[in-house]
Each structure stands twice: as C-alpha cells, then as structure tokens.
C-alpha cells in the first residue's frame, strides 16, 4: 500500500540568519521527489492507512529534513495519553523538565488512562484524542481506523529530528530494530514488555541444584525435586505444588510456541500457527502438568505462591517484577532469586517480546509535529533511564544494563533473561495481533482440559478464530 505523503506548509516563515542560530526552518530538500514527503500543510484528518508490509523506499530516495521555527511551536499546547497511573506524579515530572527545557516552548499536559489494560478499553471506547498515545503496541495498531495515527517513517529517518541513530546497533534487540522505509510504521516502540520465568536461586540450591536449568529437561528436574519435598514436609496445604506455576496469559502461551521454533508469519489472509510446534509445545505442557511438575493456583497472580515457596519457578512478566520484589521482601524466606528466559530444545533459550509504543494522531500539522519532538525526546537515552523507573521494562534503544545501569544494579533480577543469550522475537507488528494473541492465550488455556488426542481440534478453532477475527475488522 503506498503510504500516503504528507505536503508542506505553505505558512512557513523564513527565519533571518540571526534566528537561525536559535533554531532552524522548515527547508524541502530541492531534489526530494514527490512521495513520501513530511506532513506540514492541513490541518484536516484524513484517513489513516492500514499497515502494509512492503513498502520499499527506491535506492534515489533523500531522507526528509524537518525544519522547525519557534514561532511555528511557540505556546502550542499538546496532550500525551499514557498508561502509567500509578506513576502519574513521576511521569508529570519527567513532562514538566520537558515543558522547562524544550527550546520550542511547547507545553505538555499528561493524561493517565488506567494501566495498558486501561488504555486500550479507552482506545477500544473512542475516548482518546490526544496528540501523542503510549500503549501496547498491538493496542494502537487494533484502534485503527478508528484512531486516526500519523505514519512516522519520514520522522523517524529525517537527518537532523529522526531516531534511527538512537537506536543502538550491538544491543540486544538489535535485530528487531524498526526498519523505517522497509514498511509503514505507525507506532515506534518505547520500551519492551517480556515473558520470563522467575527462579528461586535459595531454595533451588537447598534442593541440590547449583546451577541454572540449561534446558527443559533440567527445569523439570528441578520441578520435581521442589514437588517432592513439598509433598514430604509438615505443610499439608501444599501438596502438590512445588513445581513450575503456569500463568496461562498471552506471553506464555506466545513463547512457549516460540520455543518450539514456531514463528509468528502470516502465510494467508489471516495467521495460524504452525501445526508442528504448537503441537509439540502442547504435549510437553501437557504431560509436565498431569506429573504435578506444573500447576495452576486458584490465586490468579503468583506472588505468593513464589515467596511462601509454593513454586521454585513461576511464569512471570517484566511488568510483575516489582510486584514480585515486594513480596519477597515482606515474606518468611526472603530467598534470593532471579529471571529466566525460556528454554528450549538444544540448550537454547527464548524470549518473545511486546512493545510498549508511541503513536501521534493526525490533528493539525503543528500539533503533530510538537507531538513528534516529544516522542523523540523520550526516546533519548536519558528519558529512557527515568522511564525505567516508571514502567519497569526494557528501554528499546539499547541494552537494559547499559542504558540504566542504577536500575539495573539495584534490581538485579531485572536483566538477567538476557545473559543467556536468547533468541528474541518481537511480536508482529499488525492491526490483528491485539486478538491473536488473545487467541494463543485460550489456546494454551484448553491443553490442560483436554486430551492429548483432541489437540488437532484446537489448532482448528485457532485458524477459524483468527478468520472470523480478520473477516469482521472494519
């Protein structure tokens, strides 16, 4: 689909050689072809375009150069929705220093939704307008069309305002580093949300295990070790338990098919998971579970179950860690404990990640481009930092331990998934996966109901599921 280009604005003051030392001008590169330029020139929405996924830029083509005058931005006021509520006072913070120090004179006012959870229901209601939105990726991509989002690849490359540099080329996710100008891209991520397994180092080292598990053979060795002594010690309530808690949710169920090495291709219209993985994935959850090596609780959220040593391992997110930290400084053990990323077959491990992302609605040209200079900004290595502190993830531009190294030494546990070398995969970044993954949660959800001999079925209603989802999109 060709992305639709955006004009320049016919209004642009032309600064004299004295202003231009405070700030610089809006200047179309002479030789810049039609398509795709920067949008400047009305103020009227148009329609938002769908993802598409080749969009190839031609070997001529010159990045675009924003040029910015202060009298363009000067007092503009713009709105930024976000998720982090309970951090609403550190985030207000971090757009104050914004509002003091941008050179612009742009103001800044922060909207809190209700958590991710929360801002996709307002997403979902149609009660968000704002200027710049930070999300779940998938959750911006699934508000479309009715959210009306900038593309932003002509932002991200432009050659003074972009963010392609500030994206570290030997961090880990360097691999998944949006390719700006390969597709159109309508959100850049911020930071990335993950599935770990937490480890209880203390209580696997009092059950004879010193070293981490390198495999799935050795987490379940180590599984039953902790059921067992569960089930010969004076608790009677815990019986049983012991081993790995399964949290059944999204992430789970996406890496667990990842480490099977199912990918997250789309073959058709519309995406179904690769028979062989899923199936072998469900046999092993299946057959660990009916051996008391995996458990379900009746508590929903494991915190508990890990701190009181009802589980050596439990399924977990990054967003849990601090939760997690918490309890295990208020509980009886205290044990040391760290992250695990997944393993998989050949002592290989593997990490499948979801983006928290920023998006800009189309409003008018100045509003969306003082939108585009705050998003930048908090992609600087420096916000990034300070968002850590906020939202508890990985920043995207670089490794964890390097772009917030504090964090980092204080939270031990935050990073450590990494120093296995996982192999990372980012969820895909479409307008369908907000159900997909829903989809993949239910799916897993079914293997612990079911016999081993209907599982085809399940892989059936997957397909027809994700078909009717895409059938009924707008």
């Given at each position: 689909?060709?992305?639709?280009?955006?004009?320049?604005?016919?209004?642009?003051?032309?600064?004299?050689?004295l202003i231009l030392t405070a700030c610089t001008a809006i200047v179309p590169n002479a030789t810049q072809p039609a398509e795709p330029v920067l949008t400047r020139a009305t103020a009227t929405a148009t329609p938002t375009q769908q993802p598409t996924e080749n969009l190839s830029p031609t070997a001529t083509q010159p990045v675009p150069t924003i040029a910015i005058t202060d009298k363009l931005l000067k007092g503009l006021n713009i709105t930024v929705r976000h998720p982090f509520y309970d951090d609403d006072d550190q985030f207000n913070q971090l757009i104050r220093d914004f509002n003091l120090n941008n050179l612009w004179g742009i103001h800044v006012i922060g909207v809190a939704s209700g958590g991710t959870d929360g801002l996709a229901n307002d997403l979902n209601d149609g009660l968000v307008d704002d200027d710049l939105v930070i999300g779940m990726g998938t959750d911006l991509l699934a508000a479309q069309p009715d959210a009306q989002f900038l593309a932003l690849d002509d932002y991200a490359r432009d050659e003074k305002f972009g963010v392609t540099t500030l994206f570290e080329a030997n961090s880990p996710f360097s691999e998944i580093t949006p390719r700006f100008g390969e597709s159109v891209h309508y959100t850049i991520p911020l930071a990335y949300n993950t599935g770990i397994l937490l480890y209880n180092q203390t209580w696997a080292q009092e059950l004879g295990f010193s070293s981490l598990p390198a495999n799935r053979e050795g987490l379940l060795n180590l599984a039953?070790?902790?059921?067992?002594?569960?089930?010969?010690?004076a608790n009677y309530y815990n019986n049983g338990t012991g081993g790995l808690w399964l949290s059944q949710s999204p992430l789970s169920a996406q890496t667990w098919y990842r480490s099977y090495g199912g990918d997250f291709q789309t073959k058709g219209s519309y995406f179904v998971p690769q028979p062989e993985p899923l199936m072998a994935s469900f046999y092993f959850l299946k057959s660990a579970f009916e051996a008391n090596q995996t458990w379900v609780g009746v508590e929903p959220l494991p915190y508990?179950?890990?701190?009181?040593?009802?589980a050596v391992i439990t399924e977990g997110t990054l967003e849990s860690l601090p939760y997690q930290a918490a309890y295990q400084e208020s509980g009886n053990f205290k044990d040391t404990w760290t992250t695990l990323s997944y393993p998989g077959s050949n002592d290989e491990t593997y990490l499948v990640l979801e983006p928290l992302s920023v998006g800009i609605q189309r409003s008018d040209p100045n509003s969306e481009l003082a939108a585009w200079i705050l998003a930048r900004w908090l992609l600087e290595p420096a916000q990034q930092a300070r968002l850590v502190e906020i939202h508890g993830l990985w920043p995207s531009i670089g490794g964890p331990t390097e772009i917030a190294p504090e964090y980092a030494s204080t939270h031990t546990y935050w990073a450590a998934a990494l120093e296995s070398d996982p192999l990372i995969t980012v969820v895909p970044e479409s307008v369908d996966w907000a159900s997909v993954r829903l989809v993949f949660q239910d799916a897993y959800q079914r293997v612990y109901n079911q016999d081993a001999e209907y599982f085809p079925s399940i892989l059936e209603v997957f397909g027809q599921t994700t078909q009717i989802n895409q059938e009924q999109r707008p």
């Open positions: 689909m060709k992305q639709k280009h955006l004009q320049l604005l016919l209004s642009v003051l032309i600064c004299s050689q039953q070790a902790a059921m067992d002594a569960n089930q010969v010690d508990r179950y890990f701190s009181d040593r009802y």
